[in-house]
């Protein structure tokens, strides 16, 4: 069964799947899918979360192995299963047809996995995958569709934007959907309910203080703590929103991410490199070290941090500050790293 991440929640509605297939490039469509299918599984009692981010040559029993040793006193769980690569490997999918054949008791299951070619889509790993749960499509909107994504998203926090203001907004995005709701976020902070000129756009995005919010970009590029602390202290006390800066330091990791990725799947650094444009391709020697220092369980859970940021700035999250949140984060990616795979339980 396959569903668009944005009809997700009237699945979840009907009731939750034992199983779920994550799949596409599009950052901000899979970061609230997923969100969503956790948030689902709290609800239902599976309050347990282990996360597994599979590289290279994997033990994939260590995964399942915790499956069968359930009591009658277990807690229910959630098991996440990430393939950043999309290639699980001889082992990995017939591991995965099992997994789809016989789905542990009392678990909920979540594999995350990039946008994949045709003959990955057509193997027998994903389509047992396919047949077992529930398939969840992040796919990138154009920039003919994102005009009305803006606006419905708008439209729910209770803005009214003209057309004008619209094109202006999506125009200055580039596409980026993670950009774009960082912006809907800091209208809807400095906007009484109603209509949304070009003006109060034009204010809003432009307006931002876009240089302080660049340092903690370059800050974790070049692994620089203090800076990036600095940094962060200053946004905070000029009394800055933090959904306003969000959407830049997201931008840096998944820019780091997504050139990770391509270089574990054999793309050459000096081709990739020469293919950043604008800002980026000024900090091309930064970007090669963080590569080059970064690993990519300790990105992905960046981006885990980052949601949680998010939730927090919106107040979905009452545990934890916005700011402590991504600070914290921050330093982490600056600090010295072994890149070594890893799992995070919470």
């Given at each position: 069964?396959?569903?668009?991440?944005?009809?997700?929640?009237?699945?979840?509605?009907?009731?939750?799947?034992?199983?779920?297939?994550?799949?596409?490039?599009?950052?901000?469509?899979?970061?609230?899918?997923?969100?969503?299918?956790?948030?689902?599984?709290?609800?239902?009692?599976?309050?347990?979360?282990?996360?597994?981010?599979?590289?290279?040559?994997?033990?994939?029993?260590?995964?399942?192995?915790?499956?069968?040793?359930?009591?009658?006193?277990?807690?229910?769980?959630?098991?996440?299963?990430?393939?950043?690569?999309?290639?699980?490997?001889?082992?990995?999918?017939?591991?995965?047809?099992?997994?789809?054949?016989?789905?542990?008791?009392?678990?909920?299951?979540?594999?995350?996995?990039?946008?994949?070619?045709?003959?990955?889509?057509?193997?027998?790993?994903?389509?047992?995958?396919?047949?077992?749960?529930?398939?969840?499509?992040?796919?990138?909107?154009?920039?003919?569709q994102l005009p009305a994504w803006i606006e419905r998203r708008?439209?729910?926090?209770?803005?009214?934007?003209?057309?004008?203001?619209?094109?202006?907004?999506?125009?200055?995005?580039?596409?980026?959907?993670?950009?774009?709701?960082?912006?809907?976020?800091?209208?809807?902070?400095?906007?009484?309910?109603?209509?949304?000129?070009?003006?109060?756009?034009?204010?809003?995005?432009?307006?931002?203080?876009?240089l302080e919010a660049d340092v903690l970009a370059d800050a974790?590029?070049?692994?620089?703590?203090?800076?990036?602390?600095?940094?962060?202290?200053?946004?905070?006390?000029?009394?800055?929103?933090?959904?306003?800066?969000?959407?830049?330091?997201?931008?840096?990791?998944?820019?780091?991410?997504?050139?990770?990725?391509?270089?574990?799947?054999?793309?050459?650094?000096?081709?990739?490199?020469?293919?950043?444009?604008?800002?980026?391709?000024?900090?091309?020697?930064?970007?090669?070290?963080?590569?080059?220092?970064?690993?990519?369980?300790?990105?992905?859970?960046?981006?885990?941090?980052?949601?949680?940021?998010?939730?927090?700035?919106?107040?979905?999250?009452?545990?934890?500050?916005?700011?402590?949140?991504?600070?914290?984060?921050?330093?982490?990616?600056?600090?010295?790293?072994?890149?070594?795979?890893?799992?995070?339980?919470?």
């Open positions: 069964m396959k569903v668009s991440a944005d009809r997700l929640p009237d699945q979840l509605a009907r009731g939750l799947a034992h199983l779920y297939v994550l799949v596409g490039d599009e950052p901000l469509a899979a970061q609230e899918a997923g969100d969503a299918i956790r948030f689902a599984a709290r609800a239902a009692g599976h309050s347990e979360r282990t996360v597994f981010t599979v590289q290279g040559r994997y033990n994939w029993q260590a995964i399942f192995a915790g499956g069968d040793n359930l009591s009658l006193f277990a807690e229910r769980r959630l098991v996440e299963i990430r393939i950043p690569s999309g290639k699980p490997g001889v082992d990995g999918a017939k591991a995965l047809e099992t997994l789809a054949a016989k789905l542990p008791a009392d678990t909920l299951t979540l594999v995350s996995l990039p946008g994949l070619d045709w003959k990955s889509m057509q193997s027998r790993w994903f389509a047992a995958l396919d047949a077992a749960g529930v398939v969840v499509e992040a796919k990138p909107i154009g920039r003919a708008l439209a729910k926090l209770g803005l009214r934007a003209e057309r004008e203001a619209l094109e202006f907004l999506a125009d200055q995005v580039e596409g980026n959907l993670l950009a774009a709701q960082q912006e809907i976020d800091k209208l809807a902070l400095l906007l009484p309910p109603g209509a949304v000129t070009r003006a109060d756009v034009e204010h809003a995005v432009v307006d931002v203080s876009r974790l590029y070049a692994g620089d703590g203090a800076r990036f602390a600095q940094g962060v202290t200053d946004l905070r006390d000029s009394g800055e929103a933090v959904p306003a800066i969000l959407w830049q330091v997201a931008s840096a990791v998944q820019l780091l991410l997504r050139l990770k990725l391509a270089l574990a799947q054999g793309e050459p650094l000096p081709g990739l490199l020469r293919g950043l444009w604008g800002r980026d391709k000024q900090r091309a020697p930064q970007i090669e070290q963080a590569l080059k220092r970064l690993g990519l369980a300790q990105l992905e859970n960046a981006l885990d941090d980052l949601a949680r940021v998010d939730r927090q700035a919106k107040g979905l999250e009452r545990v934890g500050d916005a700011w402590d949140t991504l600070l914290r984060m921050g330093m982490t990616l600056a600090a010295p790293a072994t890149g070594a795979p890893g799992k995070r339980t919470r």
